[in-house]
């Protein structure tokens, strides 16, 4: 057998296949009755830019958030940059309603925000299914969530889903800071 294809049948033989990347392991959770209860503010999508970035219209105004308290692969971060996108983009569809609780601004003016869909926190439900590592330099922005967003992570790296499935994961801030 050839050494430079074992890394693929090693890919395949998981469950990986790498010119198509997105899989999960992690049902879809149920919808958190408590997510009702918060009023939070409705908006619609207007487009997925990157995994961890979106625009919505909210009253009108075209609004760029970017999702807190995670960070998911540079799109140039072959192939989970591009997957974490496309599971962004599933879960969040252009012209769906989501609901958004503001955490800060960033240095680049855009909103901060959780993001939830259909009763679902989808910054947790990203980390969940293994697209997004944790951006504990921002997790005080998460307070009510910082607990489940770890425990996400942590049972995500375990089960060695998507990002975390790498034998030796670049971080997307220590990516572009190599940049």
Known sequence: MKAWYLPWVALILTGCNPLNPIQSTVSEPEPDPAIASLNLPEATV????????????????NITVRLACIDTPETSQTPWGPAATERLRQLTPRDSTIQFREADRDRYGRLVAEIYANGQNINLQMVAEGYAPVYTQFLSSCPDTQAQLLQAEAQAQQQRLNFWSQEDPIMPWDYRRSR
């Open 46 to 61: 207007i487009s997925v830019g990157d995994g961890d970035t979106l625009r919505m219209d909210y009253q009108g105004e």
